[in-house]
């Protein structure tokens, strides 16, 4: 599954499946919780982001570790607002909340796996 990545050991492909869970989790649960307190489409991205991204900055710091989403090429946040979006897409049309939310957890978890697998980064602007 992640053969010619930087995961190579049993215990990083283990963290990386758990990270990549946590990550779209916390993303549409953001999303969920904004959109119940009655926000706007903006706020609730936000939101949904906030909440994803700090969750796993958290993690690391405190496993002292760089967050990943401060490090160079990382699609972090790319992924957490794909997420986040999608199910306010779902939302939108009319889809119920739960095949919204078990949506867009799909999405999250499968484009970080996809990320981590092909090596998907950002370039640096010049």
Same mark, same amino acid.
């Given at each position: 599954?992640?053969?010619?990545?930087?995961?190579?050991? %049993?215990?990083?492909? @283990?963290?990386?499946?758990?990270?990549?869970?946590?990550?779209?989790?916390?993303a549409v649960?953001?999303?969920? =919780? @904004?959109?119940?307190?009655?926000?706007?489409?903006?706020? %609730?991205?936000?939101?949904?982001?906030?909440? @994803?991204?700090?969750?796993?900055?958290?993690?690391?710091?405190?496993?002292?570790?760089?967050? =990943? %989403?401060?490090?160079?090429?990382?699609?972090?946040?790319?992924? %957490?607002?794909?997420?986040?979006?999608?199910?306010?897409?779902?939302?939108?049309?009319?889809?119920?909340?739960?095949? @919204?939310?078990s949506l867009?957890?799909?999405?999250?978890?499968?484009?970080?796996?996809?990320?981590? =697998?092909?090596?998907?980064?950002?370039?640096?602007?010049?």
């Amino acid at each position: 599954m992640f053969r010619g990545t930087s995961v190579t050991t %049993v215990g990083q492909r @283990a963290l990386a499946l758990v990270d990549a869970t946590a990550l779209a989790v916390f993303a549409v649960a953001g999303a969920i =919780r @904004a959109l119940d307190s009655g926000l706007v489409y903006s706020p %609730v991205l936000l939101l949904g982001c906030v909440t @994803a991204i700090g969750g796993g900055a958290l993690r690391n710091v405190l496993g002292g570790r760089t967050p =990943r %989403v401060v490090e160079r090429g990382e699609l972090y946040a790319i992924v %957490v607002l794909a997420a986040a979006a999608a199910f306010l897409v779902c939302n939108a049309t009319g889809i119920s909340r739960t095949l @919204a939310a078990s949506l867009d957890f799909g999405i999250g978890f499968v484009f970080q796996l996809l990320a981590l =697998r092909f090596r998907w980064g950002t370039e640096a602007f010049s």
